[in-house]
């Protein structure tokens, strides 16, 4: 896993999107077309964003799937992240073959095995994620789920991540937060062949420190990123404030040379 600092927010979401693109671009020029996940979170905007205005995309030959959503809650709610994928990513660039997750479907389990199966039917070439103030990866709170293998689940959500709703202004307060939501599975998110993270704020830095220099853990879901082979952990100096040293140092790490498994 490789480990990338940079001075600021902006310039990480720069960094990302283009090595996104690029990884667009390779799977188009090799397959024909792509398949991509999308994380949707405020800190993701800015990244997607940028990724929307890189050139040379045809988009027509992308095709995306979405990585969680609560269950209860409306398309039409601000906190959606359907909401949120269709105005920063679909709407921006013309995706037409898109799958999103129903969240407030009278079976939520139902449509978690039937999108599962469309997910799973071929490989992912890039999954775009975040991390959690809490350390999670989509919706995988501590602690995690490493071993099942559906591709997306029903998970009960931990009170740090649903106070984290709270923060981001989604939500007036925690009542109003679902208790439950749909996410991808660890081992489907470790099942892309390559594997962005895009972490910025001050407010990831205690998770950043927990799960890239802390053991590999259930308890720190997004530490499981550390054993792919080809995932790239993006950084600002806010997120990366409470890391060693070394590691704070504006560049690259590989973290399997760097910190102790």
């Known amino acids: 896993m490789l480990l990338k600092v940079f001075p600021d927010k902006s310039s990480l979401s720069q ?16 397959r024909g077309r792509a398949r991509i996940v999308a994380a949707t979170a405020a800190s ?6 940028a990724l929307t205005r890189a050139s040379g995309i045809e988009w027509s030959k992308v095709e995306a799937f979405h990585l969680d959503e ?14 949120m994928l269709l105005e920063q990513l679909i709407q921006k660039t013309g995706i ?16 978690a095995r039937s999108l599962g199966k469309q997910l799973a039917s071929e490989p992912v070439d890039v999954a775009f994620l975040g991390i959690g103030e809490n350390g999670h990866i989509a919706f995988n709170d501590p602690p995690a789920d490493f071993e099942i293998e559906d591709p997306y689940i029903v998970v009960n959500l931990d009170e740090a991540c649903r106070r984290q709703q709270v923060g981001e202004a989604w939500f007036a307060d925690i009542s109003q937060v679902p208790k439950q939501a749909l ?26 420190k927990t799960c890239f220099e802390g053991k590999i853990s259930p308890m720190a879901p997004s530490s499981i990123l550390r054993t792919h082979p080809n995932a790239t952990v993006y950084l600002d100096r806010n997120s990366a404030s409470m890391l060693s040293p070394a590691l704070q140092e504006l560049g690259e790490h590989d973290l399997a040379a760097a910190v102790s498994r």
Not at 44 to 49: A, C, I, M, V
Not at 99 to 107: K, R, T, Y
Not at 183 to 208: C, F, N, T, W, Y
């Open 15 to 30: 960094a990302a999107a283009e090595q996104a693109a690029k990884a667009i671009l390779r799977a188009i020029e090799v």
């Open 44 to 49: 993701q905007n800015e990244f997607l964003d």
């Open 70 to 83: 609560y269950i209860g809650l409306p398309v039409t709610h601000p906190g959606s992240f359907r909401k």
């Open 96 to 111: 037409t073959n898109y799958h999103l997750l129903d969240g407030d479907a009278d079976d939520p389990a139902a449509v």
């Open 183 to 208: 996410s991808m599975s660890v081992r489907q998110i470790l099942k892309a062949k390559e594997i962005l993270a895009v972490v910025p704020d001050k407010r990831k830095a205690g998770a950043v």
